[in-house]
């Protein structure tokens, strides 16, 4: 078993910034790919960002070249620096990571207001 556990949402305005931590505990070795997704009210959970072990990314489009994902695979931490933060960017954050299944953290509060 995987736990993940985010932290590091909250408020804030309208351009502002946040850091999203995510801590992976139990099997950790079985995670390969690692990721945060997001999902706002009446929306469709959707891709944030996605990181290989090597560190290889990709972004969903209304993220790209705002937000950067990380991850120190020595400190079993997932990343997600959220800068130019937008209204549009409010949504339950989740980290997810991938073994023999994908796992999901607890998800993470942001909002961010005009």
């Known amino acids: 078993q995987v736990q993940l556990v985010e932290s590091g949402g909250g408020l804030v305005q309208a351009g502002g910034s946040l850091t999203l931590s995510c801590a992976a505990s139990g099997s950790i070795f079985r995670i390969n790919d690692m990721g945060w997704y997001r999902q706002a009210p009446g929306k469709q959970r959707e891709l944030v960002a996605t990181i290989t072990r090597g560190g290889n990314s990709k972004y969903g489009d209304p993220v790209k070249g705002r937000f950067t994902i990380s991850r120190d695979n020595a400190k079993n931490t997932l990343y997600l620096q959220m800068n130019g933060l937008k209204p549009e960017d409010t949504a339950v954050y989740y980290c997810?990571?991938?073994?023999?299944?994908?796992?999901w953290g607890q998800g993470t509060q942001v909002t961010v207001s005009s």
């Open positions: 997810t990571g991938w073994a023999n299944t994908q796992y």
